[in-house]
């Protein structure tokens, strides 16, 4: 390690997107600089007074100005070189000024510039699978016509991660079904292989909670779903079941905390199915005011549909509903069903499944006393168990990667 440096350890953190939009990010780099690690952290920005480097929340955040355009380009990475040539310079200059012992890859974006020139300055690098990009990929409206259909290709994407994964140092996945269809499909050795489920940083519980918006929400069984609403996520069939769950909760409201562009489609079928005045779609809110709307539901749902990467995964609203006493009304994906069941935060419905998702919702609303102890079933789990310093990440998990 640099002996020049003001910390004994620096993390050099790449991000392909705009910060800050990304807990599991935050979350780790907030654990780290309590640990004593320095952070830098590369991200783009699209407007150009934000770019230069700034201190948010003790993190070093260096945002590198780039056009909107390239935003869309980054969807051509592997197909056509134009987006990582484009990036390289501004990847070289990051490197070049936080001087990182390790560099953390949060995805596989930005990895072919990052792997050449971390491998001219012998710098190891820990790969951060967040999500299973190519199979996500196969989802993208996008991809589905046109030159997204012809130019884009998942089989691609899914052998340069594959080729990325067995050139990287460590790779950190989000759970242990993720790890095993890695370890399967790559053949990397399971010691190369950290499982870390997206925690949520303690300060997301608060002394106190927005009253005003709680009072806004008064008088309703509150269902909140926080995040994306792209098609795959499955709140259609959560507002088809709205008509039915009616009929037993006649003061059912769905609280959306999130937006896509699939809302529209959303919005019509909320009308369509007549409940409209049961939902609302609150779109994007910031990281500050997502505990509040948690803290004033019943139940914190995540209805995601099968696929090969929702199978395998954990959503960071999980932790959230979670570490907040909620108890979870979740589909049937896997990875979400063993950890729910095992410990024992809510129940589980058929995924797609509007007729099994309404049988328990309503469950969860007769059953007050359930709901209750599966909500301090999480809180406890979250104090106790699922947090990073019950981990294995942090300043030794870097120390052992160093070369």
């Known amino acids: 390690m640099n002996e020049t440096k003001n910390s004994e350890l ?5 991000f392909h997107g705009e910060y800050p939009t990304h807990p599991r990010i935050e979350n780790q780099a907030l654990f780290l600089i309590s640990e004593g690690i320095e952070i830098h952290l590369f991200c783009v920005t699209y407007q150009k ?3 230069g480097v700034e201190i948010y929340k003790g993190i070093h955040v260096h945002r590198y100005y780039c056009e909107k355009w390239m935003y869309k380009l980054s969807a051509l990475a592997y197909s056509i070189p134009l987006y990582h040539l484009l990036m390289n310079k501004k990847l070289a200059d990051f490197i070049s000024k936080s001087n990182p012992d390790i560099v953390h890859l949060h995805n596989m974006y930005l990895a072919e510039p990052v792997f050449k020139i971390t491998a001219k300055r012998n710098i190891p690098v820990v790969l951060d699978i967040h999500e299973n990009v190519p199979e996500i990929m196969k989802f993208y409206p996008h991809l589905q016509k046109g030159l997204g259909k012809l130019l884009i290709k998942p089989s691609v994407w899914k052998r340069k991660e594959e ?4 050139k990287s140092d460590g790779i950190i996945v989000v759970t242990s079904d993720a790890k095993e269809e890695l370890e399967q499909r790559t053949g990397v050795g399971s010691s190369k292989t950290l499982v870390l489920p997206n925690f949520t940083d303690p300060s997301f519980v608060k002394k106190e909670y927005n009253a005003a918006l709680q009072d806004r929400f008064k008088g309703y069984f509150k269902a909140i779903y926080i995040g994306d609403t792209g098609k795959r996520r499955g709140i259609e069939s959560v507002i088809r079941a709205i008509p039915e769950i009616l009929k037993e909760i006649s003061n059912f409201h769905l609280i959306v905390v999130g937006a896509s562009n699939n809302d529209e489609s959303l919005h019509a079928l909320s009308v369509q199915m007549k409940v409209a005045s049961h939902i609302s779609f609150e779109g994007w809110q910031s990281e500050q005011i997502l505990s509040d709307y948690i803290h004033l539901a019943d139940i914190g749902i995540c209805p995601l549909l099968r696929n090969v990467h929702h199978d395998t995964t954990y959503a960071n609203k999980l932790f959230q509903y979670a570490m907040l006493g909620k108890a979870i009304l979740a589909s049937d994906c896997p990875a979400q069903k ?15 499944n509007p007729t099994d998702f309404t049988k328990q919702c309503i469950e969860l609303y007769s059953n007050t006393p359930l709901r209750k102890k599966f909500g301090e079933n999480g809180a406890q789990a979250i104090a106790n168990k699922y947090n990073y310093p019950s981990s ?10 160093i070369r």
């Open 392 to 401: 294995k990440f942090g300043k030794t998990y870097y120390q052992k990667l």
């Open 338 to 352: 063993n950890l729910i069941e095992n410990e024992k935060w809510g129940l589980i419905h058929k995924s797609d």
């Open 49 to 51: 007074q934000r770019a």
């Open 10 to 14: 620096v993390i050099g953190m790449v």
């Open 163 to 166: 080729e990325f994964i067995i």
